[in-house]
């Protein structure tokens, strides 16, 4: 698969070592749809420190076939620069993304994100922090177009640095001594020579002596939970109950800051999973997350293509005559479609709503 849009150069970024670097993107694309379309950014993991914006996962391709492009996220990595460097990077392809909408043929209302592990973390941080100033960064320029996005997918995100030891259960266990100054955390963050780390950093919470008042406001600027608010985008956060890199209670601390708010927010917890694969079920229920919210279908788009026209027709026949050939042929539309008067039948009750939408469309 070639993208459309292969190696874009969004801008130079600088690195800690006095350097720079160059963000790139590559845009996929959907097969499917007319006009300008939804997109989501994947976004890639590695523990903030490793890993590749060409890491294009098989769990988000299917969205391709829904009627949403793809963009992947390139982002300084934190032995380029430390944090805030990476959600700055985020935030500038979105702008970018925003700027460029007619060159793209994207739809600059319907922007989303998805991530996993680090990528996560900055899927969620994305989605929190819309009023966060000292978050948006200058990377790519387009200053005057907004970052925020209107739906996004964390899977097995960090979200509390400072807690993610606390969070540890037994079992699972963890591989990982998120304090230890080696730790990723703590070198996200630039506080990782022998002797310092994330554990330091809490233990000098309120000390204002350089450098701990400069770095415990790092870690709490990169706290996805401490953004949250009641503007936030809706939110699938997907874990694995046996992760031994990012403890579950890190999701189930998301969650309990943005449920109360009222956000839509979904957590599942995937039991037997680790750190990676989620599963065929879960990877289908965050597709189904992200095109519910991004592209909204009217009942009679029976084939899932943002559209509705005649190549709907003989699927909706199909879908009335026999429901369980229609449900093979199109597997990754769900059962509201063709079911007009939500009795979740699909009926001759239901000729007449598809006959008028199909007109009017």
């Known amino acids: 698969m070639t993208a459309p849009f292969d190696d874009v150069e969004i801008g130079l970024v600088p690195t800690d070592d006095g350097g720079t670097y160059e963000l790139h993107t590559d845009i996929y694309w959907a097969t499917v749809g007319e006009g300008p379309r939804p997109v989501v950014l994947w976004i890639h993991g ?16 299917p969205l391709l076939s829904r009627g949403i492009h793809i963009a992947l996220t390139d982002y300084r990595l934190s032995g380029q620069a430390i944090f805030p460097a990476q959600i700055h990077d985020v935030k500038g392809l979105v702008r970018h993304l925003r700027a460029n909408a007619v060159m793209y043929n994207i739809d600059p209302d319907r922007i989303g994100a998805w991530g996993t592990s680090a990528g996560g973390h900055l899927t969620a941080l994305l989605a929190t922090s819309g009023n966060a100033v ?6 790519g320029g387009n200053s005057t177009f907004s970052s925020r996005i209107q739906a996004g997918v964390d899977f097995f995100g ?21 304090d230890a100054f080696n730790s990723p955390e703590s070198r996200l963050v630039g506080f990782d020579a022998p002797g310092e780390g994330i554990g330091v950093l809490r233990d000098n ?7 701990f008042a400069e770095k415990v406001n790092l870690v709490f600027l990169a706290n996805t939970d401490a953004h949250a608010s009641v503007d936030d985008p809706p939110l699938f956060i997907g874990h694995g109950l046996d992760d031994r890199s990012v403890p579950f209670l890190q999701s189930v601390r998301l969650f309990n800051a943005l449920n109360p708010l009222g956000v839509d927010v979904t957590l599942r917890p995937v039991p037997g999973a680790g750190h990676g694969a989620l599963g065929a079920e879960t990877d289908e229920q965050a597709r189904e997350f992200l095109v519910r919210r991004l592209l909204p279908r009217t009942a009679a788009d029976m084939n899932c293509d943002g559209d509705v026209n005649a190549a709907d027709i003989p699927l909706f026949t199909l879908a009335l005559l026999r429901p369980g050939v229609y449900s093979v042929v199109q597997p990754a539309c769900n059962s509201t479609n063709g079911d007009f008067n939500e009795d979740f039948e699909i009926d001759g009750r239901d000729v007449s709503g598809f006959i008028e939408q199909l007109l009017n469309m």
């Not at 590695?46 to 391709?61: C, E, V």
């Not at 000292?134 to 990377?139: D, M, P, R, V, Y």
């Not at 030891?165 to 001594?177: F, H, Q, R, Y």
Request: proline letters at 12%.
């Open 134 to 139: 000292q978050l948006e960064g200058a990377s």
């Open 46 to 61: 590695g523990g903030w420190q490793s890993g590749s914006y060409q890491n294009f996962a098989q769990a988000a391709r």
């Open 158 to 178: 960090p979200t509390d640095l400072f807690q993610m030891n606390a969070d540890v259960t037994d079992p699972p266990g963890s591989g990982i001594n998120h």
């Open 205 to 211: 919470i309120g000390n204002p002596n350089p450098p």
